[in-house]
């Protein structure tokens, strides 16, 4: 019987719904404002009815297997507890899981969004083709997820994959982590409207400094983006920054870990133009590892494809590359997580 | 039918084999020296012999599985031929896992010794009691190994957990890998005497001048250890700068793999009083997982484990500590191997 599964990616602003099938197709998606102020207790019952509307709607479609859930926070794997989550205040230590699984009598699984991010690139997305990939996502923050033949890295206690906060410069800016030169400061929006502050406070970036004041636009990464690709040199070394901490971040991880993908995504992956020549320099110097498994022809990509790769799926090379599901993954990852687990569960049947 | 396998720890030097039965008690052992400069075929003759000579001598301890090798290298573990090995000239694109199954009539695992010994500490050392862990070894470089889930973790290529090779500093002294700023250029026998020799030309080391001059002594990192347990400033703030990196690299790789434990090893783990109190101070500024999974308590250690452990098989903490089987970690480790392969292919059988 076909089937087909709930993803949910309960963002601080957004709450967001689809219905996914077992190919990957999307039957259904629902978008609805994340109303965290009104407390828990409304956001469960609200998305748990939009979850019960989306699925009459899919009935067509088979069987619903479950809904995934991906939350920006820590999440205990051994209780399904949240354990910080700064967007969703009075969530944590709250059985959220167990009473969504109540209400809508389906298994349930919660996960953290950059896991669940990751998961989405690896089955449909850049990595659909690799059991094992790092996926690095550069927002507001640094977020990241292991997957490791097939599945989700958690670690201990789910707390594995925590790129953002690994160490660049052991003397660099200092991080809310607690930690100082966390890549999260280097490669992050927040980290490039910091970098973009301090060169206008140097006096040596009028264009910047113009953009910055100009009246009616919000200045932004996105807007230290755009002069980097006009060629402002303050703007593009902005970026080069960007690259040089990403570059230093995944020899580290090809290093540690020997993996065949790691994939770029968030926000700020858009800036892929500029900073990932002097990644790609930073990393050829770093990683030996790579060195050794990196694709032997460099070609000019076509958007979106590793400025090092030739064919990812047909050869043992290392491939850095730029997600492709943009704010779909997360979505896209959560609803694959029930599928996994019901796999599972046929295979003990047949077995 | 109980039975037994043959591990063998291949140095540039020496090598030793060990016969090892199922509960990893050890029946046999021999320690020859490696003739590597009478070439390949010779020290595969020689290994083949003494595997067969000490297989004979345990017969009554049940079948030979097989013999797991660890070979000082990077294997690649889809071919089973060593890449490189600097050690082993001649070595390298040659079928020596084939060649000694094929004289042995047993199966034969070739392994790299980091992974070999991170394996030993993993059955029967410091990580008997977990399923996942990595072990880092200090010695002439710094090798690193991980298991997860109880087996080695080799990535795409066979060439994961060079951990030796990660950035501390990207402004550091340069390593032969191409990179600078390496664990290695901080933490390695090498580093402790380089680091040694620059506070001598300083002029601000006479303690460490008078004993690197001192006539029939031989100038080494025990030698700095000892001016530094004795209280000698400069010899101190040498381990401090090896316990600075340390503690950043373990803050990394807790961050990223949220493992239950860290095994540290090699001659320069016998320096941990000196650079252990500087490498948890790192370590707990730079992890905010290890914050969050740090053992509660704080107690004195017993020689030989965590200064910050409390019982690390009880709790869901995460315990940096020193390795437990000191240079047969290795040998244990290879021995493992073919175990592994064998209890698998039995399970194969049953179901």
Known sequence: MPSFAIGVDLGGTNLRIAA???QGALLEKVTLGTQVARGRDYVIAEMCDAIRELSAKCSRAGRMIGAGIGVPGIIDQRTSMLRESPNLPGWDNYPVRDEIERRLGAPVILENDANAAAMGEAWLGAARDTDSMCMITLGTGVGGGIVLDGKIWHGMTGMAGEVGHM??????????????????QFASATAVMRMARDAIASGRAPQ???AANAPDVEFSAKLVYNLAIQGDQPARDIFKRVGWALGILIADLVNMLNLNMYVIGGGVSAAWSVFSPPMFDELRKRSMVYGATAPVQAVTPPTGASADATSPATSHATVITRALLGSDAGLYGAARLPMMTDEKSANRHIA
């Open 167 to 184: 160490t660049i410069d052991p003397d660099g800016p200092p991080c809310k982590c607690g930690n100082t030169g966390c890549v999260e």
């Open 208 to 210: 910047l400094a113009r």
């Open 20 to 22: 996914v099938d077992e």
